[in-house]
C-alpha cells in the first residue's frame, strides 16, 4: 500500500501511464522467430585455477596494530 499525497497523484498517472505504454509497445514487437534463452549469451564461464598468488604476510601487517593476539586484531569494545 502506497501513501501518495493527493497533489503527487497526477505525476504518477502519467509516469506509470506511460511505464503501460511502452509495455504494450513491446508487446507488438514480432517474436515468432525468436528463440526462448536463459542467457543472452551462448559461452561458457572462463573460469581461472584456484592457485594462491600471494604470500601470507600477517605478521608483516600486524607488525603496525596496537594490540594482537593469535592472529587477530584487538579494539576495543564498542557494543555494550
Do not use: C, W
Amino acid at each position: 500500500m502506497l501513501n501518495i499525497a493527493e497533489a503527487d497523484v497526477p505525476d504518477y498517472q502519467e509516469k506509470l501511464g506511460k511505464i503501460i505504454d511502452f509495455i504494450d509497445e513491446l508487446g507488438k514487437a514480432d517474436t515468432k522467430d525468436v528463440v526462448p534463452m536463459a542467457h543472452p549469451l551462448d559461452m561458457s564461464q572462463r573460469l581461472r585455477p584456484d592457485v594462491v598468488a600471494e604470500s601470507d604476510q600477517r605478521d608483516y601487517y600486524q607488525q603496525n596494530a596496537e594490540a594482537t593476539a593469535g592472529g587477530l586484531y584487538i579494539v576495543p569494545k564498542v557494543i555494550e
